[in-house]
């Protein structure tokens, strides 16, 4: 199957996929745009991310499935696999996020599988695959469920301030 037709069949898979339907993930294209996609998703109950509404940002290069896509969170997450920009950087291209899934990308990968390992990293952060920032920092430090709290309150502060549904 070529690059192309690999990509209008992973999108249909991705549209009718009923595990990204259990995870309330919703996938379309951008502009009618076969290479660039985008996604959201609600945060998981019983988390510091419960009640945001989360959009993804997803580049397909022509080369997939022997590449893997680039895929960004849109506004700022509070995650340590989510990297997190200077008020000088660029971020107008989205939040790149550290997944193990995506970083070992092999042809038996997909992006219905990316977002699902996305998801589930938002569940069980990986602080030790992280970026060197804020909540990577917060994260290692927790050794007591009072720190746990302050680590989600902190998540909470962000979706308030970038992802609640009202705001996006």
Same mark, same amino acid.
């Given at each position: 199957?070529?690059?192309?037709?690999?990509?209008?069949?992973?999108?249909?898979?991705? #549209?009718?996929?009923?595990?990204?339907?259990?995870?309330? *993930?919703? &996938?379309? %294209?951008?502009?009618? $745009?076969?290479?660039?996609?985008?996604?959201? /998703? &609600?945060?998981?109950?019983k988390t510091g991310y419960e009640g945001g509404l989360f959009k993804?940002l997803i580049t397909i290069p022509e080369n997939y499935p022997l590449?893997?896509?680039?895929?960004? /969170?849109?506004?700022? &997450?509070?995650?340590? +696999?989510?990297?997190?920009?200077?008020?000088?950087?660029?971020? $107008? +291209?989205?939040?790149?996020?550290?997944?193990?899934?995506? +970083?070992?990308?092999?042809?038996? #990968?997909? *992006?219905?599988? $990316?977002?699902?390992?996305?998801?589930?990293?938002?569940?069980?952060? @990986?602080?030790?695959?992280?970026?060197?920032?804020?909540? @990577?920092?917060?994260?290692?430090?927790?050794?007591?469920?009072?720190?746990?709290? @302050?680590?989600?309150?902190?998540?909470?502060?962000? &979706?308030? %301030?970038?992802? @609640?549904? +009202?705001? $996006?």
């Amino acid at each position: 199957m070529s690059g192309l037709s690999e990509i209008k069949a992973e999108y249909k898979r991705c #549209r009718k996929s009923e595990s990204l339907a259990l995870l309330s *993930i919703g &996938v379309s %294209k951008i502009d009618g $745009s076969d290479y660039k996609w985008k996604a959201s /998703f &609600v945060g998981p109950k019983k988390t510091g991310y419960e009640g945001g509404l989360f959009k993804l940002l997803i580049t397909i290069p022509e080369n997939y499935p022997l590449s893997a896509p680039e895929i960004r /969170f849109k506004y700022p &997450v509070f995650h340590p +696999n989510v990297q997190i920009y200077s008020e000088n950087e660029n971020s $107008s +291209n989205g939040y790149h996020i550290c997944c193990d899934y995506i +970083n070992q990308w092999g042809c038996d #990968r997909s *992006i219905e599988g $990316s977002l699902m390992a996305i998801y589930q990293i938002m569940i069980r952060p @990986t602080p030790e695959h992280g970026y060197d920032n804020e909540a @990577t920092k917060l994260l290692k430090s927790l050794n007591n469920d009072s720190k746990h709290e @302050t680590y989600k309150k902190k998540c909470n502060e962000w &979706v308030r %301030k970038y992802s @609640t549904i +009202n705001n $996006s």
